[in-house]
């Protein structure tokens, strides 16, 4: 089964002691791209690093949400800068959460829109966090669609069919992380069923969320067959169409050369 997991933080501490070994079982587990994603600008840094320096591992880089209020004067022109880096395939994460108030929900949407228009103008996707705020999302996405279908993807989705139906009109992918697997989750895997074939993905957000048989622990990159498997299930697919069905849409829409 060939896997991509299109959302990692693999420039987490939890992962400094062990990273090459992680790697090697995601790459073991039939992994041919990991995605790594920036939070800050010293994790962006970070993660196009790793990408320089494994080759199954590309970078997405922006300001998460959280962490906008705290990012310094300057920051923002240095994530521009930085995206042009070839290893650089997607912008983000960015979006709104509510559920934390790390962050002025008007600073939020203020870098939401900075990561879209940036996004577009490098022709890659954006990567949407989303957390009790998904009318706000939707209304957002909405309002910057004007004129143009977006590229992106509702990061670890756990929406409404409402913001489902509302973000894949605007051209949105939903990616899947390890709560697809969880007993309780079954709105999640209707959503994976009732989704367009070519607009789901997989990820593992990890270290967070691992999936059911190791909910709980560390996750990490080779932990996202697991999801994939459930997924498949969900669409009365096998574990190898529904890997290479969610693979083959992340190359596609990342543009990766694996
Ligand atoms: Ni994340």
């Not at 983000?92 to 939020?108: A, F, S």
């Not at 139906?165 to 051209?171: C, D, H, K, V």
């Not at 080779?222 to 969610?246: F, I, K, N, P, Y």
Request: aromatic letters at 6%; charged letters at 25%.
């Amino acid at each position: 089964m060939e896997l991509i997991d299109t959302h990692a933080h693999l420039d987490e501490d939890a992962f400094g002691p062990d990273l090459p070994a992680v790697i090697a079982r995601a790459e073991a587990a039939g992994l041919v791209g990991i995605i790594t994603i920036g939070t800050t600008v010293a994790s962006c840094r970070r993660a196009i690093e790793l990408a320089e320096t494994h080759p199954t591992v590309f970078a997405a880089i922006g300001i998460h949400p959280n962490y906008a209020a705290q990012a310094a004067p300057g920051d923002w022109e240095i994530i521009e800068r930085l995206a042009e880096h070839p290893r650089v395939v997607g912008i983000g994460e960015t979006g709104l959460d509510r559920y934390w108030d790390h962050t002025p929900i008007d600073v939020q949407q203020d870098y939401f829109r900075r990561h879209i228009a940036l996004a577009r103008h490098r022709d890659v996707p954006f990567i949407v966090h989303c957390r009790d705020a998904e009318a706000d999302v939707a209304a957002l996405l909405e309002e910057t669609a004007a004129g143009g279908a977006h590229k992106g993807v509702m990061h670890s989705f756990c929406g409404t069919p409402e913001t489902a139906a509302r973000t894949l009109a605007l051209g949105m992918h939903l990616s899947f992380s390890g709560m697809l697997t969880y007993k309780k989750n079954q709105a999640i895997r209707d959503a994976a069923r009732a989704a367009p074939a070519d607009r789901i993905l997989v990820e593992t957000d990890c270290p967070y969320l691992a999936p059911a048989t190791v909910r709980g622990k560390r996750n990490e990159p080779a932990w996202v067959r697991e999801t994939a498997e459930v997924l498949g299930q969900a669409r009365g697919l096998s574990h190898d169409e529904a890997g290479t069905l969610t693979t083959d849409n992340a190359r596609r829409l990342f543009a990766l050369p694996v």
